[in-house]
């Protein structure tokens, strides 16, 4: 199955530290997209690339949030300086851009800030 | 900007019965409308979509319905399973040259009862 790959699963860190979270999308789709999901919520967008042009990024993208998509492949979502807040399922999907249609969303990095 | 309301916020039906939830959405300009179901520890899968120009599809047991004049839309599970408990999220796209940035409604968490 090559399905939307993310790693790590789960992620427990300090308050204050940088974690990086990694997702490999579907090989033919170019387009990837991040979201965030807190308990009892419906997924929120945070950013979208298109190969590896960063196109739209949400409000919700502090200064301490960056991601990247080097060549147009597999993308990273950084956070600096943790807070309790940033806790959450930190999500990717992705799409072709051929067509009109859903994502496929990866099983989510879960991110517990101490 | 777009907000998706969706109700209810829990469902319980007895297996073999139909069940109903309902969104609302408020940006007249969105015209894609996927449903989303959510496994515990797992991504949303995408089960069955709509595009404004579709008053209705149906795909085996599950179908969706869409009033544009309304800007309401339903998704519809008959005959329903064990394996439907889940919780299934609605959302609401422009879809554009540039990506399509859904936004999810809250929630809504169906068991069904054997």
């Known amino acids: 199955d090559t399905g939307v790959s993310q790693d790590p699963r789960h992620k427990i860190t300090k308050r204050g530290q940088n974690v990086t979270f990694r997702c490999d999308p579907i090989?033919?789709?170019?387009?990837l997209y991040w979201y965030r999901q807190t308990l009892g919520q419906g997924p929120e967008f945070l950013t979208y690339?298109?190969?590896?042009?960063?196109?739209?990024k949400s409000r919700l993208l502090s200064d301490r949030f960056s991601a990247e998509r080097p060549k147009g492949s597999f993308s990273t979502l950084e956070i600096q300086r943790t807070e309790q807040g940033d806790s959450a399922m930190y999500l990717c999907?992705?799409?072709?851009?051929?067509?009109?249609?859903?994502?496929?969303f990866g099983s989510g990095t879960r991110l517990t800030v101490v | 900007g777009e907000n998706v309301e969706q109700h209810p916020s829990t469902l319980s039906v007895q297996e073999g019965d139909s069940a109903v939830i309902k969104c609302t959405y408020s940006d007249s300009a969105s015209n894609y409308f996927p449903w989303y179901k959510q496994e515990l520890g797992k991504g949303p899968q995408l089960i069955i979509d709509?595009?404004?120009?579709?008053g209705e599809k149906k795909d085996q047991r599950i179908a969706v319905t869409l009033n544009k004049t309304a800007k309401h839309f339903s998704l519809h599970i008959t005959e329903t399973q064990p394996e439907d408990s889940a919780v299934y999220f609605c959302a609401a796209s422009r879809v554009g040259n540039y990506g399509q940035n859904f936004v999810f409604g809250p929630g809504t968490r169906l068991s069904v009862l054997p």
């Open positions: 090989s033919e789709h170019n387009r």
């Open positions: 709509i595009r404004s120009n579709v």
């Open positions: 690339f298109q190969n590896e042009a960063q196109l739209e």
């Open positions: 999907a992705s799409s072709f851009s051929g067509g009109i249609g859903g994502y496929t």
